[in-house]
């Protein structure tokens, strides 16, 4: 088929950018909520205060990136909130306050908190159970065992290091802000530009597909979840060296919210969209939303009810970009109905 | 399509043999329960256990529509939080109380569930992001309404419906009774087939002549009410108001969907298997009890029992596939959203 | 093919498996008390250390040859909590020590309990069932004297940051109240920032960071817990000069309060907050009730709310609070240790090992508690038909200093 060929190059090219165009969107959203709430309310929006939601917002930077990855093939991980908790625990007790012991037990965390992933991957891509339960199932027993055998906090505390790495500057930048720049362009070659990624991707879009063409798909599966595992157990170490401590429902804050970055940053949790500046954008989006929020000073309750509406104000405007982008593509393509028995229509 | 439209309404007729294996393995944990712990099999043991599953048996029910039209919904909890709240602040207030709030709390319901179906039939909003949105709005709204765990449930809604009635049945099985009457009612419906046929494939009912977005946000609407109604009997279980509903109850109502063997990708399942399901997890934290489990251990059981129970549930999924034609796009839909 | 029949074996081995791990857990020959301990929360150090400690006193001599002690952990949903205590009655239990998710949706299940004479005490989170006993600090005005500490230290003015607990509890609500009325009394104590820490160090460290960005003078923050989170963020972001704060009992926080250096830059705290030997206490009070040793006159009973201020900081050498010592040094415990997790007064059986790891602390014997002290009422807190004392919002260990003109 000659002919698909061409548009099918113009789609590849204008497929990436409305995922960009959404991530940028987002941080624009950003943006514009602070200038409103310093229009509001003077104090708001120093410099200190935006290198203080930045540095807060590295863990849920961290975590929503392996939720991303997962979300792109279609799943979804459950687990991020314990494993974190487990991460942050072992190394807080295997460090015991020395910073000799983060040379080996830095892999042993990172290692365990794989494996703990790579068992979500093994159930969804080989037993067939669906991620919502697998990640379930496995986050339940995970966090079981690791109650029993701690009770449920670190009695140990975390190598001096790691607090100073989440406290110290750099040229008076906060070290952790330094850290989520490195992490956003690694993050965002790997997930879009390696082959690997691009095969997640496409598995997302359309798992018959990848088939027929022989993509190794339980090989990435697992890759993919034991890929949230290790963010996970970053991420909780993280936040064991910025608390001086760890304890098992530490990460538990964490996990909606993971979910809300990755989807307001453009992804569809069907999978096959959605890149990670836009998660990235969508991770500080919620950072920034929280701090107006506490701002705010109003009750609990109101702040859960603007938080609520201001995600699915997000989404609205989001879809209306989308929808004009489809629209724009059409014309460039300029084919008809086709596209949407190809696209993920039949799923929204 | 209209070929598979009559094979899916001819399928519905056969028994669901995913809620087979669901029935099979709660038969199983009851009897290993009721082994351990001889209360089991007495009327007070029967009624707390129905009375201890009827909410997330109901809110399993409601979401289970949600799913089947291949959609997802965190509100859940939320609606649950209001209901609760509101029936313990007006039901002692207002005349006819039990009835009054009763309505009340399903108008409620409905209308989140409105909002939601509008949200993502018409104007196209990702359903987990945008329920996970009006979940947190609503436990606001339940903050909001009652600041601290408080409030009074009239005293026969409490006492009347975790009762028995002629000291024989159960007043919490009857109401499971009923909803599982109109289920089965309702799935012969248009509307009930309708709701299959857009899970399965929404395009292809779109071509039929199938109102999708109608269908859509009439099932979230419905699933709104059947929030509202668990809410109601949270409210009987508990006597009071707690404006936070935990969120591991959130995912208990999932896991009780995907048991049950309702496919998470829409198209294929019952509501008669999301009830077991809900059984199968409560009478889960029985029998670990009875059996004698160390704490240590019942959260690793928990989390075993849950994908045992999925194997057995995609057991079922294998054997109907091969019931059905090998080129449909069932066979992608059952594993491609998961 | 193969997945298929190892499929059908799934169950059948997992209800071997269940059956062999209930016959490893015999019942006792002679006759014992069976009490069970209800835990709903988990994973945190106040919980983690609570639950320690009444396991160490229930395998303490005499209790472990009189009692066979289990805990159950119910988790956050309160009807996973309703339906572990039906397993419990059912279970033959005589007494049920809880920790209560909500103050008012146990009622019905309790009284179930109590109608077949299972005795059941709560231990710092409160219920309003008349026949359950409730053992708390919740009426030792923690709110009104913290915040009235607070005014005094600052002369009556000053910014404030209030911290929070979870938002939708009783405890939450009721210290916020007393709080909010103390401060309001002086109209040159503003609040200047407010947030929900929910009772998480981490959460609050990052709170109060970004507030402190905003309102770069605030001279105090008042929090339930999370103090130590709270005062990080002012270490890190605003090291010259340290607030007023009043709050938990963490060892690190404890040890802070007492340093000079910390004291030259301005940090003045009050150590105080509900302790997890709050359930150690209550369990003691249950099994001497359980044994006949006492009997309880009202249900509600009060636990001293911890009081310690820099001056009465005292180092241990050991691992037990002994000679009035009340901190342990930097590098014994964690910063996040909280130090009212011991008792010297009410639970000397317990040794730092004891409430670490559940253990017994060896060579201890149970020693018999003192009268109890009985609690006020406070309505929809530890009592359903009842009124509030007319001074229930006013601070009862602090003198308030008048308000400044």
Redesign the interface.
């Known amino acids: 088929m000659e002919n698909t060929a061409s548009p099918k190059v113009r789609f590849t090219v204008s497929a990436l950018r409305p995922e960009t165009i959404t991530a940028l969107l987002v941080l624009l959203a950003t943006v514009l909520m602070m200038l409103i709430m310093k229009a509001l309310?003077p104090?708001?929006?120093?410099l200190?205060?935006?290198?203080?939601?930045l540095?807060?917002s590295i863990f849920l930077v961290v975590a929503s990136y392996g939720q991303g990855l997962v979300i792109l093939l279609?799943?979804i991980d459950?687990s991020i909130g314990v494993v974190m908790?487990i991460g942050g625990m072992i190394i807080?007790g295997l460090t015991n306050?020395s910073n000799q012991a983060l040379v080996w037990a830095i892999p042993v965390t990172v290692l365990s908190c794989i494996a703990i992933g790579l068992v979500n991957g093994l159930?969804?891509a080989f037993?067939?159970?669906?991620?919502?339960?697998?990640t379930?199932?496995?986050?339940?027993?995970a966090?079981?065992?690791a109650?029993?055998l701690?009770?449920?906090?670190?009695?140990?505390?975390v190598a001096p290091a790691l607090q100073q790495l989440m406290?110290a500057r750099i040229s008076g930048i906060p070290i952790p802000i330094l850290l989520i720049g490195c992490f956003l362009i690694g993050g965002s070659l790997l997930q879009s530009r390696t082959a690997e990624g691009r095969k997640l991707y496409a598995i997302g879009s359309?798992?018959?597909a990848a088939r027929i063409v022989g993509l190794p798909i339980e090989a990435l599966t697992v890759a993919a979840y034991g890929m949230s595992g290790l963010c996970a157990s970053v991420a909780g170490m993280l936040?064991a060296g910025?608390?001086?401590?760890a304890?098992?429902?530490?990460g538990d804050?964490y996990l909606?919210p993971s979910?809300?970055a990755v989807?307001?940053g453009g992804a569809?949790?069907?999978?096959g969209k959605g890149n990670y500046l836009g998660t990235f954008a969508g991770a500080v989006f919620l950072s920034a939303l929280s701090?107006i929020i506490?701002?705010l000073?109003l009750?609990?309750?109101?702040?859960?009810?603007?938080?609520?509406?201001?995600?699915?104000i997000a989404?609205?405007l989001q879809?209306k970009q989308w929808?004009l982008q489809k629209m724009a593509n059409r014309r460039l393509t300029g084919q008809g109905s086709p596209n949407?028995?190809l696209s993920q229509?039949?799923?929204? | 399509m209209v070929m598979s439209m009559k094979q899916a309404s001819r399928e519905k007729g056969r028994p669901l043999p995913s809620s087979l294996f669901a029935a099979i393995l709660y038969v199983v944990m009851f009897v290993i329960y009721s082994i351990n712990a001889p209360s089991a099999i007495t009327l007070g043991g029967i009624t707390d256990l129905l009375n201890n599953t009827i909410v997330l048996a109901i809110a399993s029910a409601g979401l289970t529509l949600i799913i089947l039209a291949a959609e997802l919904d965190l509100s859940s909890v939320g609606v649950i939080a209001v209901s609760n709240v509101l029936v313990a602040t007006v039901s002692t207030k207002m005349p006819a109380g039990t009835i009054g709030s009763l309505l009340l709390v399903c108008l409620v319901g409905l209308l989140v569930g409105l909002v939601n179906g509008w949200l993502v039939a018409f104007l196209g909003l990702q359903s987990l992001a945008c329920t996970l949105g009006t979940m947190i709005m609503c436990q606001g709204i339940a903050l909001v309404i009652l600041d601290a765990p408080g409030g009074e449930v009239a005293a026969f809604i409490m006492n009347r419906l975790t009762d028995t009635v002629f000291g024989m049945i159960p007043v919490a099985g009857l109401i499971l009774a009923m909803v599982v009457l109109a289920w089965l009612l309702f799935r012969r419906t248009r509307f009930g087939i309708a709701i299959y046929a857009v899970g399965t494939d929404a395009v292809a009912s779109h071509l039929t002549g199938i109102d999708v977005k109608g269908t859509k946000l009439r099932v979230f609407a419905l699933a709104g009410v059947a929030y509202g109604l668990a809410g109601y009997l949270l409210s009987a279980q508990t006597g009071t108001g707690d404006p936070r509903v935990s969120n591991s109850f959130l995912l208990y109502v999932f896991a009780a969907v995907a048991i049950g063997g309702t496919s998470l990708g829409g198209g294929r399942g019952g509501v008669i298997g999301s009830v077991i399901g809900a059984a199968i997890l409560t009478v889960m934290q029985k029998l670990l009890f009875a059996v004698g489990v160390a704490d240590f251990y019942t959260n690793i059981f928990s989390g075993l029992i849950m994908v045992v129970a999925i194997l057995f549930g995609n057991l079922s999924a294998i054997l109907t596939l091969h019931q059905r034609m090998p080129l449909t796009r069932h066979g992608d839909h059952g594993y491609s959203a998961q | 093919m193969n997945m298929r029949k190892f499929q059908w074996l799934i169950p059948i081995a997992v209800g071997c498996t269940l059956m062999a791990v209930a016959n490893q857990m015999d019942a006792q020959g002679a006759k014992k008390y069976k009490v069970f301990l209800d835990m709903s929360y988990s994973g945190n150090i106040w919980q983690a250390a609570a639950a320690n400690g009444i396991k160490a006193l229930a395998t303490t001599p005499p209790y472990d040859k009189l009692i066979e002690f289990k805990t159950i952990i119910s988790g956050t949903d309160v009807q996973k909590q309703i339906s572990d205590i039906q397993s419990m009655i059912a279970a033959g239990a005589n007494a049920i020590i809880i920790y209560p998710l909500s103050p008012t949706a146990l009622n019905r299940v309790i009284r179930q309990a109590t109608d077949r004479k299972v005795l059941v005490f709560t231990y710092d989170s409160t219920v309003t069932e008349p026949s359950a006993y409730n053992v708390s600090n919740i009426t030792a005005r923690y709110g009104a004297n913290t915040a009235q500490w607070m005014v005094n230290k600052l002369g009556g003015k000053g910014e404030i940051i209030f911290n929070h607990g979870v938002a939708g509890t009783a405890v939450t609500k009721t210290y916020d109240e007393q709080a909010y009325h103390i401060f309001h009394n002086y109209p040159g104590i503003k609040i200047v920032g407010d947030f929900y820490g929910n009772w998480n160090d981490s959460i609050s460290e990052a709170e109060v960071s970004k507030i402190l960005a905003a309102h770069p003078n605030v001279d105090g923050i008042w929090t339930v817990d999370g103090t130590y989170g709270s005062l990080q963020a002012v270490l890190k972001n605003r090291p010259s000069r340290l607030v007023v704060i009043a709050g938990q009992s963490n060892n690190g926080y404890r040890l802070m309060m007492a340093d000079p250096a910390m004291q030259a830059k301005g940090l003045q705290g009050i150590s105080s907050s509900a302790g997890p030997a709050v359930g150690g206490y209550a369990f003691k009070v249950m099994m001497e009730v359980l044994l006949d040793k006492k009997k309880l006159n009202g249900h509600n009973v009060e636990y001293p709310l911890p009081w310690v201020e820099a001056k009465d900081i005292k180092a241990c050498a050991g691992d037990r609070f002994e000679n009035g010592c009340n901190v342990f040094p930097d590098g014994k415990v964690p910063p996040l240790f909280l130090d009212t997790a011991l008792d010297p007064n009410f639970l000397p059986e317990l040794s730092l090992d004891a409430v670490q790891t559940g253990n017994p602390t060896p060579a201890a014997t149970i020693q018999p508690l003192p009268d109890v002290k009985y609690a006020d009422n406070l309505p929809g807190i530890n009592c359903q038909d009842c009124k509030a004392p007319a001074d229930a919002l006013e601070p009862n260990l602090v003198t308030p200093i008048p308000v400044p003109k």
Do not use: C, H
């Open positions: 309310n104090t708001f929006g120093s200190e205060q935006i290198a203080a939601i540095t807060t279609g799943g459950l908790s807080a306050g159930g969804v037993l067939k159970v669906p991620p919502f339960i697998m379930l199932a496995v986050a339940t027993a966090f079981g065992v109650l029993g701690t009770a449920g906090s670190s009695q140990r505390t406290s359309n798992l018959a936040l910025y608390s001086s401590g304890t098992l429902d530490m804050p909606m979910i809300a989807v307001i569809s949790v069907t999978g701090t506490t701002v000073s009750s609990q309750g109101w702040r859960n009810i603007i938080q609520g509406g201001i995600i699915v989404l609205t879809t929808y949407r028995a229509n039949s799923k929204v």
